[in-house]
Structures are given as structure tokens and as C-alpha cells.
């Protein structure tokens, strides 16, 4: 029987509970957002005792179903101020699941002024104070931990930027290969720092295997939907071979790559930091073109990437993070923007957040456009060892905006907009402006069918189809986030028949239920409306499902288009 | 007949212009609230081509009526994205009355990095770039600009923060004697920065008197309301004796002074930094214990504090800023603070805002709790030289709060709360949550009434009579702020019959109309409701009108008071 696990970090005690009836069907970001939306008030300080901290895996998380080992971790988010879901691979996911772990809820705030690790077992949590690993990188303390440990322990780890609380700051994850993971986005690390949580260990010894309660009708349904993910080409062939930054050529050609702190929509170096050139880069020094986040990836969209001298570098090395540093930073250097990413990953900073930041930050004249040094040294040097600078720079791209008087700043609710201009690519722009987290790409990708031709094709110039396109990706994506499986199935889902009934028989045959494509798309909605209620509650409204007054006012070449959406256009979103 | 003076800085242009039919009847707060409202788009913005700055003086600036010269200025904030008006003394109000200047519109925004000035007469604008005194202290400005011109100039200026767009940027006015009065809340100084102005000055030659109407009974009715003024307890004796510090030790009995960071209210040394204490040091060190801030003021609460050499240290030396800096950082010595006050002038910070972020910022560790060197260190090292810990700070007390992850952060609509405890001052609690300005105690000052028996007396620590109060209070002040004249004529207004009779002769006297008290109210309650409908437009609602989360949770000593008012409660206030 699932369990959830609660830890007080006010008195320092832990429980494990029953999962109340009604969080009994729901898992990663339903439950998350359930739990959020029922135990934390809207309105208390991300940071206070009052917010929470939830981790759940996925309602496949744990099966053998391929690409299922997402974890969901939700909160008040810092950066925000809205109700955030954010979720990431690595071993943990399908741990919890194993060891029936439903959900961990992490509570209060300690007393005193010293920080604790969690210990989790299939029987409940050990708290310690911790004070070895203080101030080390997330690399540092994995290391710490799989010595004291041994190399199965799963971990989840905040650096020094979540130890400071900064709003930019992530939950790092440890991978099957002992590197990092992230949940990224929405300042998640500096609630987990708030809870002065260094890191949660994960031991899943005497787990048994997740319970499928019709193996055979699982087993069956499984092989579709692998071979679904396989033949679909962006899953089983660019994906695998270029990475997610074979974006950067795609988006450059559409002219929707923002450059320049979202002054053009093409990089003229776009060949420096492309897919293409990363893929061979990487084969020449012997890193891996393939990689999955977690065991039962069949995506492998990540990689390794090595230096010149075969050194490992990073890995989990995403569009989103080339095209921030690349193309809107002007750094056109892929080793430095691969460096600035391991640190990153080390320091625990979300990527995009910082890659967005840094435009800003460039246009503020904290540095100039396309020093990739200068910004492996603010990183470092700032960021990294907690200075005034880097703290300015570890709130986040809008943070940067408000402390310099910058008037450029591409967020919407405090958090940084990602990797394609909503003023040529439209329909994301009405998933960042409507998204309940802040712009999130990844909340309702309309580059799909925007640009990729996934999907059907609906113009990225035109209004025409953007807010109905958005709207029926963020339902659908809101249930995918609940199953624990990798947004890249979408792709699949959305062009191959078979794919979501096998999906959704996967569920029915874990869990001995029957539901259906509707019952999804249901849940999809409810989801939404959940995280909506909670943000309207903390004081959202609809004025805050807009985008930056610039992108109305700056045409962007190369098709000088802007944000011609009016508020009503947006506003129609909700209607459903 | 009076003109608007329109200039625009996009293209350097500038423009004098007939006073439409509908601000004919407006002047200072009423008529900048109603231009920022009519003119500015709520959702812009502060720092971008859309916000206007605009200046206005009251109805009755440049009269010979007692303690009228007050200046209006308005924009939309940078500090809390509402609108704002924010007032000061100094010579220019009736500067621009005299020259028939109903009110200076400043819109758009240079295309040039380039700073400029603009050059005032009866008979338009000249705007001239400027490159000399860029990086200067406000002191060295006006000593500057008297040399160049002569000592009759009136000077408005913005200090380095306003150059830097710091969000507690404010606008300082030379006051007669050459030192400086501020239009200090809500980063109006940012606004000028933004609009690349370093100073305006004012040359009055050949303006005239301003036209009365009705001069007989103006004089009549000035005499009254003078009378009213002196023969009032706290305008005639309190005030002139002890500056507005005589409320250090009242407050600290109310056990409403808020200290450390708002966690106690009584501060132990209260005696070192009290009004009767400063009045002593005045009086032994040969400065001035009376002082206006502008012509025609009999109140005279300003002062003139020396060092212990007898050297000019600074004036205008406020109750709030030594609460801020004294009880509120545990500052115990009054020449620390009046050091900080005088450099807090030269740089162009509000002292308000500056002094609850210290309290902040001592919170977070930036440096410890009563170090008034230390205050003094980082106002002109970092503040004053722009460094990034500068830019924290001067970013006010919600920015280094949200910096450093700090959650006791007391701050309405991110504008920091001033020198009286809202848990054990309930009314004051009301003014703050509802101000259509953020944290503002000049708003509606229930003080009057809650601890100095002025107009009554409600409970402070009982909620009954608070919402009404602050209500009646804040209505009457948006009317008084219209008029030119000091917000301290409420006490006699209060308290004397025949006080606020003589005021609204005085105004019919001027402009030779019929208004009633009705009507005075009517305007009072159409200020705000402009105001408030910009903010809703803005994108603010019934949420923003809350305290922070601590004051419902944390008692305060001696009273052991908490913030206990319903949302319903306090959403009354807009129940008119």
C-alpha cells in the first residue's frame, strides 16, 4: 500500500500516513498541485513556514512503461509567487515509487539556524542535522553521499544558491550515471534551502517492484507505446541524435530564436552553438550523442559532452540553455556556454531562468553580449560564493530587471520566458502568458504544431487556432505530468494513433481501473483549474496573463512581428 | 491664466498648453492623480516611454495662506507599480504657482544615453543636455545651479540613486534656505532618472502674484485658519518645540514603536534618540529648534541639528526617519542618524524606505543590528557609488528582503511601513493595507486620533472605529493634499471649528467658486476612487490590501497584539 511520508521541519519529527481517498488516483503534478492547493494558504511567504514542500512520482513511475521515471516536485514558488510544478528525471522518481512512497511532504521551518539532511527508507524519514556538506556544489555532495552511502543511494540536493534561498535556485536530482537532473524552474531549491533541507537521501533497499495489477494487459499495452516513441521522427531519430538543441537551427531558420535579450529572432552564429555542430563536437571527443535521464529512457535525447581532451564537461545540455546563453546572450562559444552549464548544474541555479537573466544582466551593462568568460566567472565567483552580485543575479531575470532599471525584461509572473519569441512563434505566447507557472515552455508546447508539424501546422505568424492549440496542449500536459512520463512523449501522442490509448491502458492495467481518453482530458482540466483557484486565491488575476509591454511595442526581425493578442483573446483561454 | 507645460523627451520637444475644463478645478494631488489616470497606461511600465512624471501645485500654493506650499508630484511608481502622488515643501510650489505653471507633464523617454535638464520660465521649457553635474550629490547641485544662476532659483534634482533608477530614488527640492525638502516615497526620483532629467530648475522672473478673486475675504479667512494653526497644541506648541520626533517617546508608551525589524514595540534607548532629547543637543549646539520648510509655514517642525562643533548637519530631521534608523535598526545614537539623514539627502534616497530596509537589511546579516557607522558606510560606499550591494539596497525594503530571502518584510505593495506598530496602532494597520500608495502613513493619519486624542479617540489596540476612521481620515487628506498645504493642518482641522471653514474660504476666495464641505469630501473621495481605479487596471485587487503574514502571526510586546482584521473587514474601507 502507498503511504505519504510528512516531515515537520518545525519540531523535527516525521510520519508516514495513509493517502486520503482522494489523492488515491492522482500522482506527479495532480497530486503535487492537490496537496498545494489544499494544505498551504495562498497567500503565505514562499520562504515562511507556512509553504510547502511535496515530491510525487508519477502514476507510472516505477512500471517498466519507457520514459515514465519523471518526478514532480510542487510548492508556493518563490520566483512566482503562484502555485509551481516542476519536474525532473533521475533515479528518484521511480525509488518513491518502488518503495511506495506516494508523496513526501516536507513542512515548517526549523527553529534553529542549522541545516538537515532527510534520510528516506521504504519505513519512513530520519532527519539529522547536517553540517559537512554545507556550501558544496551538487556534484560535491553526491560524490560525499554515494561514498558514505553506496552508488545506489538516490539523492535530491540544493547547492549554494538554495542555500541562500535565491529564486532562481533548483532541486538537483542524481542520474543513473551519478550526474545531475533538475527541477528547475520556479525557485523550488530556495524553498527546499528555506526548510534548511541540504539534501534528501534515498534508500530503496528491501523495495519491492511496483504492483501492476494486470501484467499482461500492461505488457502488451508497454510495447505499443515504446514502439510509438521510436517510429515517431523527432522521438526516435532527431531527439536521439542531435539532443533538444537540433532546436537551435529550426528556430533560427522560423525566425523565432530570440538573441540579444530578445531584440532579433536569428543569431547570425547560429551554426557555432547548433544541434548539428554539438553532435559532432561530441563524437569527435568521444563523449555520447545518447543519454537517458532515467533507467527505461528510449528517447536518449540527452547526451555527453566532453572538452577537447575527452574530459567529461556536461550532460542534460538542452536547447533551452544553449539558446539562452547562445543566441540571447551573443556568446557563440559552445564550450563555454557547455562549462557555464556543469556549473550551473553545480551551484544549483535553474538554467533558463539564468541563461535569461544573463540577457538582461548584459543589457544592464553588468557584463557585455557574448563574454561567455564573463559569465563562467559571475557564476562562479558571484553566484557561487553567495556576493551581493550574486545574489542580485540568482533572483532571476525579472530580479535583475527591477534592481537595474532595466525595461526590457522578458518574464511573465517574475519568471523567465524561454527559448522562442512569442511575437513570431504566437502560440507559445499564449501558453506563457496563461500558463499557471510563470512562461514555461514546457507547460503547453505549441512549438509542436507551431513549428515542428506535430500535431497538424498552425502558422506561428497568424492568431488564428494559437489560444485553442494552447489551450488543448496544456490540459493534455497537465495529465502527462501526472503520469511521470517525459513531455517528449507528447510528440508521439500526438501523430501516431496507437500511442495515448496504449498510455492510457498502461494506467488502467497498473492500477485495475478503466479509464478513459475523456477521463484524461478531464483530469488535464482540473488539474489547470486546481493551480488556477490557488493563484487567484494568492491574488492573480487575469491582468497577470500578459506578456512584457515590450514585445507589444518592439517588432522583431526578421518578420518585425509583435504580440498582437488583445486581453479578451488571451482571457479566452480559460473558457473551458 | 494658467498653463500645463508639457514636455517630451523622446524627441526633446516641449509645449505650453491650455488647462482643459476638467483640471481647471484641480490642483497637487488631485489634479497629478487625475492626469496620471488619464494619460498614463496602468500596465506600463514605471521606468519605460509610457509612465509621466508630472508636478503640480495646490490649489492654494503661492497665496499668502499659512503653510500652503506644497508640491504634488505623480507618476506610476517603480517602488509599487500603483499610482502615486508624493508631496514635499521647498520653494518650488509656489515658484510655479506665481508663474502660473498648473502642472509640468514630463512624458516619453530620451533615445540618446544622455542626461539633460530642463530650464523653467513663465514662458515655457528649455531642455538642454547636461553632462557636468551628472554623478553629483543633490547639495553640490543646488549649490551649482545658485552659482550659475542665482539664490531666488528653484531647483527639483534626483541624487546618484535617481540617476541609478533605485526604487527609493527620490526627488529633492531646494527649500529656502538652499537645503533640501523631498518628494520622497514611491521612487519618483527613478522616474525622473528613467527620463534621463538630472534637475529642472525654476526662474521665476517677472511672474506675479497669484490672482485672488475675492481678496477681502481671503485675508479674513487666512487669518482664522492661522489662528486655528497656532492655537493648537500639537501644530502650535508640539510640533514647533520638538519637531515631529516629539512622537519617539508617545510612541514608544503606546508600545506602537516598532523595533528591530518590527519585533518589539519599545526600543529601550528611546531617551537618546527622543524629540525632548533632540531639542537639548539643538538648543546646546546653537542650531534651530523651528524651521519651515517653505515660506509662509507657522508650524515651523523642521529644525536645524548641529554636530558638536556647531556645523550644519541637517534639517527636516523627521520622526520617521529617526524611528527608522533608531528604534527600528537599535540606532542609539541621534548623530549617527542625523549623518545618515543628511547623506540620505545628498544621494536622493527616501529616508522612509531607507531606513525599513536597514531594518531589513540588518535582518539578513548585511550587517548587524545598531551599527549606525555601518549604516553610514553603506549609504555612501555602496549606495552613493552604485555598487550592486548598493543597488540592494537602494532597490528599498521589499527588494533586499526578496534578495536575501528574508520573510519579516514589512512592506504594503512592496513600500516599506513607517514608525508605527499596525498590530498595537489598528487604525494605522487600515491606512496602510488600503492606501491606494502602498505603506503610507500621511495617507490617513489615524495616529491623530488613535494616540494623540486629536478628533476624538478610538482604541488603538481595539478594532472597532478603525475602518471608519482610516476611511474619513484618508478621504479628507486626498482633499488637503490637493490644496497645497502641509497634511499637519489636520490636527487644528480636527479639533477647531473654525478651521477647515476658513480653509475652503480661502479656496472659494481664490477662484471665486462656492464650495461646500460636501463638496470637499466629494473631492476627497474622487481622488481616491481615480486612484484606486488605476491600481485595479494596474492589475492590483482587494488582495493587495493585506499586511504581510508576520503581523498576523508574531505578537508584538508590550501588548502582545497581533493583526486580527478579517479580509471582509478591511475590504469595508472601500465601502463609500
Not at 146 to 169: L, N, Q, R
Not at 269 to 281: K, L, R, Y
Not at 399 to 412: A, D, I, N, W
Amino acid at each position: 500500500m502507498d503511504k505519504i511520508f510528512r516531515v515537520n521541519m518545525t519540531d523535527l519529527t516525521s510520519s508516514v500516513e495513509e493517502v486520503p481517498a482522494n489523492w488515491a488516483g492522482l500522482g506527479g503534478r495532480a497530486l503535487t498541485s492537490t496537496i498545494v492547493a489544499e494544505e498551504v494558504v495562498p497567500t503565505c511567504h514562499p520562504l515562511g513556514p507556512n509553504n510547502k514542500l511535496v515530491f510525487a512520482p508519477g502514476l507510472l513511475s516505477g512500471t517498466p512503461a519507457a520514459n515514465s521515471g519523471r518526478m514532480s516536485c510542487g510548492a508556493k514558488s518563490p520566483l512566482t509567487g503562484t502555485i509551481k510544478e516542476s519536474n525532473a528525471g533521475g533515479t528518484s522518481a521511480q525509488q518513491f515509487a518502488k518503495m511506495g512512497i506516494k508523496a513526501l511532504i516536507i513542512e515548517g521551518l526549523p527553529k534553529e539556524d542549522k541545516f538537515y539532511s532527510l534520510h528516506l527508507t521504504k519505513d519512513g524519514v530520519t532527519i539529522a542535522e547536517e553540517s559537512e556538506l554545507i556550501g558544496q556544489g551538487n556534484f560535491a555532495v553526491i560524490e560525499a553521499l554515494e561514498s558514505k552511502f553506496d552508488k545506489k543511494i538516490g539523492v535530491m540536493t540544493i547547492g549554494p544558491a538554495g542555500e541562500a534561498k535565491m529564486a532562481s535556485a533548483n532541486i538537483s536530482v542524481k542520474d543513473p550515471d551519478s550526474k545531475i537532473r533538475s527541477h528547475g524552474r520556479g525557485g523550488m531549491g530556495a524553498v527546499m534551502g528555506s526548510k534548511k533541507i541540504k539534501y534528501i537521501t534515498i534508500d530503496s533497499t528491501g523495495a519491492g517492484a511496483v504492483t501492476i495489477a494486470d501484467p499482461d494487459k500492461f505488457k502488451t499495452a508497454a510495447r505499443v507505446f515504446a514502439k510509438a516513441l521510436l517510429d515517431h521522427p523527432v522521438a526516435g531519430e532527431g531527439l536521439p541524435t542531435y539532443g533538444t538543441n537540433v532546436l537551435v537551427n529550426i528556430l533560427n531558420e522560423a525566425g523565432g530564436l530570440p538573441t540579444r535579450n530578445f531584440t532579433y529572432g536569428q543569431f547570425e552564429a547560429h551554426d557555432n552553438i547548433s544541434g548539428e555542430t554539438m553532435h559532432d563536437t561530441i563524437v569527435e571527443r568521444g563523449g555520447k550523442t545518447k543519454h537517458g535521464c532515467h533507467a527505461g529512457c528510449i528517447i536518449q535525447c540527452s547526451q555527453v559532452y566532453n572538452d577537447k581532451d575527452g574530459k567529461y564537461v556536461t550532460s542534460g545540455f538542452e536547447y533551452e540553455t544553449i539558446w539562452g546563453l547562445g543566441a540571447n546572450c551573443c556568446i557563440e562559444t559552445l564550450d563555454d556556454i557547455a562549462e557555464a552549464d556543469n556549473i550551473m548544474d553545480d551551484i544549483g541555479v535553474d538554467s533558463i531562468e539564468t541563461a535569461v537573466m544573463f540577457g538582461v544582466a548584459m543589457e544592464a551593462g553588468i557584463l557585455p553580449f557574448g563574454d561567455g568568460k564573463g559569465v563562467i566567472r559571475l557564476l562562479k565567483e558571484e553566484i557561487g560564493n553567495v556576493t551581493p552580485l550574486g545574489r542580485i543575479l540568482g533572483g532571476g531575470a525579472g530580479h535583475v530587471g527591477r534592481t537595474y532599471g532595466v525595461t526590457r525584461v522578458p518574464v511573465v509572473k517574475n519568471q523567465g520566458i524561454p527559448a522562442y519569441d512569442p511575437r513570431s512563434v504566437k502560440g507559445i505566447g499564449i501558453t506563457y502568458a496563461t500558463s499557471t507557472m510563470g512562461a514555461d515552455h514546457t507547460a503547453g508546447y505549441t512549438i509542436a504544431t507551431n513549428i515542428l508539424n506535430v500535431g497538424g501546422f498552425v502558422d506561428p505568424l497568424k492568431k488564428d487556432g494559437q489560444v485553442e492549440l494552447s489551450r488543448n496542449l496544456q490540459i493534455a500536459t497537465a495529465a502527462v505530468d501526472s503520469t511521470g512520463m517525459c513531455i517528449f512523449i507528447a510528440f508521439p501522442a500526438l501523430d501516431i494513433p496507437e500511442c495515448l490509448p496504449a498510455l492510457i491502458d498502461m494506467i488502467n492495467a497498473r492500477f485495475g481501473i478503466a479509464l478513459t481518453g475523456d477521463d484524461v482530458t478531464e483530469l488535464g482540466k482540473t488539474i489547470l483549474k486546481t493551480e488556477r483557484g490557488f493563484n487567484i486565491e494568492a491574488g492573480f488575476t487575469n491582468k497577470d496573463d500578459r506578456l512584457p509591454e515590450f514585445f507589444n511595442t518592439d517588432p522583431v526581425a526578421p518578420h518585425n512581428a509583435v504580440w498582437d493578442f488583445s486581453d479578451d483573446e488571451i482571457d479566452a483561454f480559460w473558457n473551458f
